[in-house]
């Protein structure tokens, strides 16, 4: 049964720091990773998803790689701004579009 | 940009009473999901829907659950009698191929007292 883990739970850093935040699962058959952010008591906004095929994918100041063999990939946030906190959301899909969500990292930047 | 959108965004209901959950996927989305999320737990997969049939549904997803899809564009969550442990926020989500990447409604909040 795959299962998902993110670490740090919590993280808070000042504004302008660059950032890594971290997902592991257990079955690296997988067909692709995605990353949303969730807002307190909102839905799930996609922010990127990487093919099994991929290695690493970009949009905007956010990079999210994969390395599926050994079961991890990391969203880099480059120059923290305060509108990014938020919980961010790793979830894998293993082909039958069933994603497996992690628990979540709940991100602060402080002004 | 074309979204996934929900309704209620808030429902109470007691115990035992049938509740309906609707949404409307992206227009061109031939994949549909209902997922769900218990306050301070992580989103759980329902159930996938697929060509008017379930592709795939967890454990959670029994016989008081069904999704129906009435009409070329809504996609709906029907809990036949709720009980106190179905209070949780469900969300819809659709996608399109190539590349499978789900869109999220913004949820509906549903109490059960």
């Known amino acids: 049964k795959q299962e998902v883990t993110q670490i740090p739970a919590a993280l808070s850093v000042p504004e302008g720091e660059n950032l890594v935040l971290n997902c592991s699962f257990t079955d690296s058959a997988i067909y692709n990773l995605q990353w949303f952010r969730q807002d307190p008591g909102k839905g799930l906004t996609s922010l990127l998803l990487i093919q099994s095929s991929q290695r690493e994918q970009t949009s905007g100041r956010l990079n999210a790689s994969l390395d599926k063999s050994s079961g991890r990939s990391t969203l880099y946030i480059a120059a923290s701004q305060p509108g990014d906190s938020a919980t961010y959301l790793c979830a894998v899909d293993q082909g039958a579009q069933k994603l497996v969500f992690g628990q979540g990292t709940r991100l602060t930047i402080n002004p | 940009e074309p979204e996934v959108t929900q309704t209620p965004s808030h429902q109470v209901t007691q115990m035992g009473q049938e509740v309906i959950l609707r949404c409307v996927p992206i227009s061109n989305h031939l994949y549909f999901y209902w997922y769900r999320q218990i306050l301070g737990q992580k989103v759980e997969f329902l159930v996938s829907?697929?060509?008017?049939?379930?592709?795939?549904k967890s454990e959670i997803f029994d016989d008081q659950f069904s999704v129906e899809r009435p009409d070329g564009s809504n996609f709906t969550l029907k809990i036949r009698s709720t009980k106190l442990e179905d209070s949780a926020m469900y969300f819809c989500a659709s996608t399109g191929t190539p590349t499978y990447e789900q869109y999220f409604g913004p949820g509906t909040r549903l109490t059960v007292t």
């Open positions: 829907f697929y060509n008017n049939e379930i592709s795939e």
